[in-house]
Nanobody, 128 residues
């Protein structure tokens, strides 16, 4: 499956933005999906994840209550709605897909190595 993240941009603190991840070349609905981000000079970190059906979602503590992950399997697209943006949210945001495999997504969703396919990233910049 090929992933393409898009929708990033320059925002002011307190604003909202929705970024998207479009999938092609595979059966999107079989993949558990996640969003990660990488700020300048920092390691890539987990942001949010969603199970293949969309029934389970997981958020990192820094974004709880502000970011919402969702997916539309009919449109082969995943979303990240980001509200109350902060300057520390500035990063390149990557979407990722995990193939079905033995094991529990509920215990692996924040592990970079669990994901098999990655998009190219979209830059989100939040000014103060």
């Amino acid at each position: 499956v090929q992933l393409q993240a898009f929708g990033g941009g320059l925002m002011q603190a307190g604003g909202s933005l929705r970024i998207s991840c479009a999938a092609s070349g595979g059966a999107f609905s079989i993949y558990d999906m996640g969003w990660f981000r990488q700020a300048p000079g920092k390691e890539r970190e987990f942001v949010a994840a969603i199970s293949r059906s969309g029934g389970f979602t997981y958020d990192a503590d820094p974004v709880k209550g502000r970011f919402t992950i969702s997916r539309d399997n009919a449109k082969n697209t995943m979303y990240l709605q980001m509200n109350s943006l902060k300057p520390e949210d500035t990063a390149v945001y990557y979407c990722a897909a995990a193939r079905p495999r033995p094991g529990y997504f509920s215990s692996k969703y924040n592990v970079i190595g669990w994901y098999d396919y990655w998009g190219q990233g979209t830059l989100v910049t939040v000014s103060s």
